[in-house]
């Protein structure tokens, strides 16, 4: 199996990775194809697939934050059961990151990520495949660390149309343990770089921003 990461539109393998994620996510959640031409030659956002037999069977994206030192996951995929797919994309992403964070004289801090809450929102299927369901996914990611910001999220949705995307929860992985809360002005100075591409942003979404921009800290709950 191989860890390839992929910079521009025209790669075999990101028609492969953009039909995927077609499959498995809901359109809402699934950048346009010629959208991402500018994301994939971002330095800073990277997109790396699993290819086994020529087949891209996983994939994930994130980026890093030098400036916070702190990471954000955009999404995993695991298509198929039975090739240790999520330990092989969770390994390599945090290898590469730490990487990235010694690059920038540090330690990495910690990730960030967007988790369904599976007991709110029940009709996503992912594409039928039973290795991405929300209730694995979910104990699969706490396994990992991530714990859960004591906030009522919602995020814009991608498909730029003004409206708010419910049903999940921004978690926070800490590399080290004892860390039981972040700075309030770190997620909202987050949340706003990294929605900053969407120019249609609901006012719920607003108004989450803004109530963080008053809290000291954000305190991190079981996921």
């Given at each position: 199996?191989?860890f390839?990461?992929?910079?521009?539109?025209?790669d075999p393998?990101?028609k492969k990775?953009?039909d995927?994620?077609g499959?498995?996510?809901?359109?809402?959640e699934?950048?346009?194809?010629?959208l991402w031409k500018?994301?994939?030659e971002?330095?800073s956002?990277r997109?790396?697939?699993?290819v086994d037999?020529d087949?891209?069977?996983?994939a994930?994206?994130?980026?890093?934050y030098?400036?916070?030192?702190?990471?954000m996951?955009?999404f995993?995929?695991?298509?198929k059961?039975?090739?240790s797919?999520?330990?092989f994309?969770?390994?390599?992403?945090?290898k590469?990151?730490?990487?990235?964070a010694a690059q920038?004289g540090?330690?990495?801090?910690?990730?960030?990520a967007?988790?369904?809450?599976?007991?709110r929102?029940e009709?996503h299927?992912?594409?039928g495949?039973?290795?991405?369901?929300p209730?694995?996914?979910?104990?699969v990611l706490?396994?990992l660390g991530?714990?859960r910001?004591?906030?009522?999220?919602?995020?814009p949705?991608w498909e730029?149309?003004?409206e708010?995307?419910s049903g999940?929860d921004?978690?926070f992985?800490p590399i080290?343990?004892e860390?039981?809360e972040?700075?309030g002005?770190?997620v909202k100075?987050?949340?706003?770089?990294?929605?900053s591409?969407?120019?249609?942003?609901p006012q719920?979404?607003?108004?989450?921003?803004?109530?963080?921009?008053?809290k000291?800290t954000?305190a991190?709950l079981?996921?």
């Amino acid at each position: 199996m191989e860890f390839k990461r992929i910079t521009n539109i025209e790669d075999p393998n990101f028609k492969k990775l953009h039909d995927l994620m077609g499959q498995i996510f809901p359109p809402e959640e699934v950048l346009d194809y010629e959208l991402w031409k500018e994301p994939l030659e971002d330095p800073s956002i990277r997109v790396f697939v699993a290819v086994d037999q020529d087949q891209v069977v996983g994939a994930t994206e994130y980026r890093y934050y030098p400036d916070w030192n702190i990471a954000m996951t955009d999404f995993t995929i695991i298509s198929k059961p039975g090739l240790s797919l999520g330990r092989f994309l969770a390994e390599n992403r945090l290898k590469d990151l730490k990487q990235l964070a010694a690059q920038n004289g540090k330690e990495l801090f910690g990730m960030f990520a967007e988790i369904y809450d599976p007991y709110r929102v029940e009709h996503h299927e992912f594409g039928g495949v039973k290795v991405m369901d929300p209730y694995v996914r979910r104990e699969v990611l706490s396994h990992l660390g991530y714990q859960r910001l004591d906030l009522a999220y919602l995020h814009p949705s991608w498909e730029n149309n003004g409206e708010a995307v419910s049903g999940l929860d921004l978690c926070f992985m800490p590399i080290k343990e004892e860390i039981a809360e972040i700075p309030g002005s770190l997620v909202k100075e987050f949340l706003t770089t990294y929605y900053s591409v969407l120019s249609n942003k609901p006012q719920e979404w607003l108004d989450m921003v803004e109530k963080l921009a008053a809290k000291e800290t954000v305190a991190l709950l079981p996921l």
